[in-house]
């Protein structure tokens, strides 16, 4: 089966700092990987993907880094805004079918 | 931009009642999906659907759950009969076929 984890609970930065969110996955066989944004009485909002033939993905502000060696993955957010603040939470998906969540981190920008 | 929504926001029931969720997808999506979310917890896949029946499920959805796509925009998930356990977000998610799935604003559910 798989298994998804989060790092830490909690992260606290800066607003203008860099963030960075980590995640772990079990299954080797995972081939799509997903962070989502979660705020507060909202559902799941994606934000970027990579799949597993890939080690790197940018977007805007937000780039994704893979490592399958050690089966990790983060999330790496620039100049953190306020708006950024919510819980993010990786995702990996090894059926093409359903998702496998790993636990969250609150992130939390001070201004 | 389209979305997907679900109704109601938020559900009160009372133990061994049944509940109806409900969800519109993405129109022009042939995957979807249910999750839940309890509270302070990961979301967990409960169910897929494709094609007018069941393509996964996880161990969560036993016999009290159903889902269904009665009409061509509809999709629903039925709890027969509700346990305090059952309380959580239920989330409703679609795709269009590749890997990212779009998920609605959930409904809380309250089982008392």
């Known amino acids: 089966g798989e298994s998804v984890g989060l790092h830490l609970p909690t992260l606290s930065v800066q607003e203008g700092d860099n963030s960075i969110i980590n995640c772990a996955y079990s299954?080797?066989?995972?081939?799509?990987f997903i962070w989502y944004k979660q705020e507060s009485g909202k559902g799941p909002q994606f934000i970027i993907d990579i799949r597993s033939n890939m080690d790197k993905r940018q977007g805007q502000r937000v780039t994704v880094l893979l490592n399958k060696t050690v089966k990790h993955l983060s999330l790496q957010i620039a100049a953190t805004q306020p708006g950024d603040s919510a819980v993010y939470f990786c995702?990996?998906?090894?059926?093409?079918?359903?998702?496998?969540f790993g636990g969250g981190t609150r992130l939390m920008v001070k201004p | 931009e389209p979305e997907v929504t679900q109704t109601p926001s938020h559900q009160v029931t009372q133990m061994g009642q049944e509940v109806i969720l409900r969800c519109v997808p993405i129109?022009?999506?042939?995957?979807f999906y249910w999750y839940r979310q309890i509270l302070g917890q990961k979301v967990e896949f409960l169910v897929s659907?494709?094609?007018?029946?069941?393509?996964?499920k996880s161990e969560i959805f036993d016999d009290q759950f159903s889902v269904e796509r009665p009409d061509g925009s509809n999709f629903t998930l039925k709890i027969r009969s509700t346990k305090l356990e059952d309380s959580a977000m239920y989330f409703c998610?679609?795709?269009?076929?590749?890997?990212?799935?779009?998920f609605g604003p959930g409904t809380r559910l309250t089982v008392l």
């Open positions: 659907f494709y094609n007018n029946e069941i393509s996964e």
């Open positions: 998610a679609s795709s269009s076929g590749g890997n990212e799935q779009f």
């Open positions: 299954n080797s066989a995972s081939d799509y």
């Open positions: 129109s022009n999506h042939l995957y």
């Open positions: 995702a990996a998906d090894n059926a093409g079918n359903m998702l496998t």
